[in-house]
Nanobody, 121 residues
Framework: QVQLVESGGGLVQAGGSLTLSCAASGRTFSNYAMGWFRQAPGKEREFVAIHGWGGGITYYGDAVKGRFTISRDNAKNTVYLQMNSLKSEDTAVYYC??????????????WGQGTQVTVSS
């Protein structure tokens, strides 16, 4: 089992920045790809970013490419999502997840409870 706890969400003005954190406990953190997803009201859960296990490969959804940066610290069992130039359409609940190298939700076995990000225009 892997337990994931997100933090760092909040209210920010358009153009601002936030950094989300996801702390993991349980099984070996470094064995998992870590992903960030988001879900806005009435919409499906959307892929945001992934940091693969081994090699440091990162990949981003088109909507956030160039604005968001994912990183991980295996010594701290933590993955981060630095979000810059935020837009109102970034408003959503953000989830971190642990699983396989994939952009699909079904490839992730463990999920956090989510943290709300609200961007005011």
């Amino acid at each position: 089992q892997v337990q994931l706890v997100e933090s760092g969400g909040g209210l920010v003005q358009a153009g601002g920045s936030l950094t989300l954190s996801c702390a993991a406990s349980g099984r070996t953190f470094s064995n998992y790809a870590m992903g960030w997803f988001r879900q806005a009201p009435g919409k499906e859960r959307e892929f945001v970013a992934i940091h693969g296990w081994g090699g440091g490969i990162t990949y981003y959804g088109d909507a956030v490419k160039g604005r968001f940066t994912i990183s991980r610290d295996n010594a701290k069992n933590t993955v981060y999502l630095q979000m810059n130039s935020l837009k109102s359409e970034d408003t959503a609940v953000y989830y971190c997840a642990a699983g396989r190298n994939s952009v699909h939700t079904y490839s992730y076995d463990y999920w956090g409870q989510g943290t709300q990000v609200t961007v005011s225009s």
